[in-house]
């Protein structure tokens, strides 16, 4: 089956292994299909919604959506769609599956879907050999237009090793592509006056979906069963294209097979007494996008956090902090381990001298701080970068955009820096677009110049108006040419 064109409706349910379907969605797009995505309530617990609606562009349908999304998402969504796959599949949405029971956007989904359902389970060995999932699985699998994969034996997620292990997002690939059940005079299905279930205008955060409406299809879909084994995948996210082309040679970490990112995240508060600090303002969107798409290309993802709303998938590693001083210190510590650094935090510049043990009392009288410089993590962490670190730092500037950029980068050595400029109309704070630009340094023209005059000089590109995954998409396509080339 060519996957270009196709438009595919990804369940998740609660697993460890739903991290996976991050890695998953990319895939699929970079094959040229569009996704959208529906979750279980105990999905969300293992990677936030954010991440899936940043990544598919896409507010993602859930249980509890706000009041005003239409209540025909259960069926609009997987007519929409030219498949349904769910990864991972639990024993227990796989049980309600086989017996009918739709109370969550996933199994609603799958009992309104009349086209190619796709099912990939994950579980503990004990919970897959168990007599109910061994019986279910089989009725599955008898399911018109319902196919099962395999569950290979290895190590699970709780350390044991068995079958019930989840596919490698790369093998569910060639899985689809392998299967014969939607020709390609049907690329992809359309349906005369139908249009997608989802507004792209829509807020991603609102966890809900705008819905259009959606004619039924008059033509099914013709079916034959995929034959034979799934077979090894050359499909790679880029982050193990790039190990296998640089053979491991220059990672830092002895061993280490997968490149690893530390990202600094949401704002810092600088206590003036116990109940007052100084800060700035971050929602912690962007950094979030940064963590899912560096996760999602393969890489090991560690975050230093200050305090921020959005929420981090589940298999990012995240440190909390409250303090500029105390951001400062983590980061020092934990970027030796890693490859590429990524400094999106709004860390405060100034600190109060002289914190106060207790609440200062109101008596509206003039109050007179006197502050002191914080540490400037991103110059600090540059000073102790290693030749083949990657090092990318941010630029919130509200005027005089590029000339502020540009001297920013020059004095704190970064490889690169992300202006972000938060004053068009419905972008910046809070919001899931932001005007930016990815400035570069001009390190390799000054090398091969010998002139370290040219060492100054930054590239810089026109600003553009684009989504947060957008944006994090070229930093990690900047961070893996940077480390290609180092």
Known sequence: MNLAGKKILLGVSGGIAAYKSCELLRLLQKKGAEVRVCMTEAATQFVAPLTFA???????YLKNGAVEARPFQHIDFPRWADLYLV????????GKFVYGIADDPVSLCFMSCTGPRFIAPAMNVAMFNSPAVKRNLETLRSFENTFVMDSPAGELACGEVGKGRLLDPAEIVEYLEGANVMPDSLSPRTCSGAASPISSASN???QSVVLNNVKDCSQPVTLSETK???KSCPTQSPAAQFLQETALQDLPVSGERVPRVLITAGRTEEAIDPVRYISNRSSGKTAVAIAA?????????????????????GAVHVTKIKSACDMHKAVLEQMKNADVLVHCAAVADYRPKVAATEKIKDSRSQLVLELEPNPNILRDSVAQKRANQVIVGFALETDHFKEHAAEKLKKSGADALLLNAPVAANSGFGFDEVRYALIRANSRKAQESGDSRNAAEVEIPEMKMGSKIDLAQEIVDFSLNQLKNA
């Open 293 to 313: 798409t560096f996760l999602a290309n393969g890489f090991d993802v560690s975050v230093v956090a200050g305090p921020m709303e959005a929420e981090f998938p």
């Open 204 to 206: 991603s955060s609102s």
């Open 228 to 230: 034979g084994p799934v």
């Open 54 to 60: 940043s990544l598919s562009k896409c507010p993602v």
């Open 87 to 94: 990864v991972p599949a639990t024993a227990n949405v796989i």
